[in-house]
């Protein structure tokens, strides 16, 4: 039969117009659900998605009644199962290959979605993913597709991938992690043990062992066990590369096993060796728990040598965030003429310390520690610096500290002085405002007066201030007698009159005192 007639001719069994649509929506569905595996004529498959989607709407839209249709017109535009559609093609398309169409039961009449038309397949390519995917069999096909002996992977340069090569791929040696000797193999401690029973047996290899974590361990281990003749073969081999083990992660382990069973005169070698990067080994996290777990073995003669080293940068290793753990240990740790160069930095760069984060906790820490002589000249620089430490986010914690803990020391009541003439500044700003607070409570009789006076003649700027109300509250606390009623009568005038949220708290302060009448 000509292609003309196969057109023309209609199927025995007509087909609504609603069964059509529902074949070309599986259809429609069966395509995008193929366009999923990219690997497999994505091109071809999007066209078709495209085609069969424009044929679908076309398809809907004629659907919809028309009440100047005609059955006879209506009739004529019922497309046949399995065949091509009468709607024209856009420019540049290709039929695709036919799908399967429902078949309707005998028993039943219904269409039975599990029964498809016999149509041939062979042509049809395989939808593959290769070796690498998932699944049993590493490849998936179409289930409408015939059944066909399974062909082996494919690389990627195009040669089959045989049982041997997966063999050889699975039982390929895998890569050293760290990097060090590459036929080195650790995969246990018992392993090591079993190949260097004998101390002589790893001599030569005590470096690449070192690289490993189970390296480190078991050196370790034979450094506890050997005698010093023994160990000292390990020491040899290690003195070139004690300042990489102590900046290692798990080599500053075996670092400090190593100090630990060294004697004097090898401890002032790893001494001398680390001394020209003795700034590296501080600034680093691992270096600088090293230096700490050393220091108790060393002799004072070896610690001073170390501090030598590290006293010219004592302000960059208070302020650096590994580092001053290092500087917390010399204070807490040893005695303190071993700390006497954190005192000198401090007080050499207060300003430059003082308002850093760490530099604040470290001078605190000093605060507390220091010998009288010591904590007098370090006032003593803060007090040259009150300004600049009180306006800092930092810094004003150091100035806090001191007022709260040695208030009396006459170099304290000289930082207080130092804020006159700009306290209604300091009043206005977050941080310094506390200060003030501080101030008026650590202060002098004669000196609070003062600045009593310098607040009064301030007062309508402090009580619309959301800071400066609050040096007022402090204010009231701290006065007694002629003081506060010569303060609350400057305040009343200005609390009689428009009420903010914060002059509203004031009042309610003095109320509460009984120093104000509610009208």
Known sequence: MSEDNKKSSLPEEEMSREIQIQILREKLQLSEKQLEDKDVQLEHYKQMVTTLKEILADLTNRNKPQSSTSPSTVHSTVIPLGR????NPPPGYEQPEERPVLQRSQSTGKYDRNRRASIDREQEPPFTRGAGSSGSSGAYQHPHAKQTQQQP???????????????????????????AQKSLSMPSLDALDSKFPAMEHIAGQVYALSKYQQGCRFLQKKLDEADPAESAVIFDEL??????????????????KLVEHSSTDQKTTIVRRILPDIMSAALDKFGSQSLQKMFPQLND??????????????ALLIKH????????FFLEQLSPPHGQWIYDGICQHMREIGTSRFGCVIIKKCLDRATASQREKMIEKASANVIALVEDQYGNYVVQHILEKFPQEENSQDMIMGIRGKIIELCTQKFSSNV????????RDDIRASMLAE????????????FGNFVVQTALDVTHGEEREALIASLQPLLNGPQTSYSKRLREKIQQLGLLSSQ
């Open 321 to 328: 965030e590994k580092a001053n753990y290092l500087v917390q």
């Open 455 to 466: 607040i009064t003649e301030h007062l309508t700027h402090l009580l619309n201030d959301r």
């Open 301 to 314: 003669t070896q610690i001073f040598q170390i501090i030598d080293g590290l006293k010219d940068n004592a």
């Open 436 to 443: 003030v607070e501080k101030c008026l409570r650590a202060a």
């Open 84 to 87: 091509s559609t009468s709607v």
């Open 153 to 179: 992977a494919k690389n990627p340069i195009g040669r089959s991938i045989t049982e041997t090569d997966k063999r050889k791929t699975s039982e390929a040696p895998k890569k050293e992690k760290f990097g």
């Open 239 to 256: 003195e070139p590369h004690f300042v990489e083990l102590m900046l290692d992660p798990f080599g500053n382990y075996l670092f400090s």
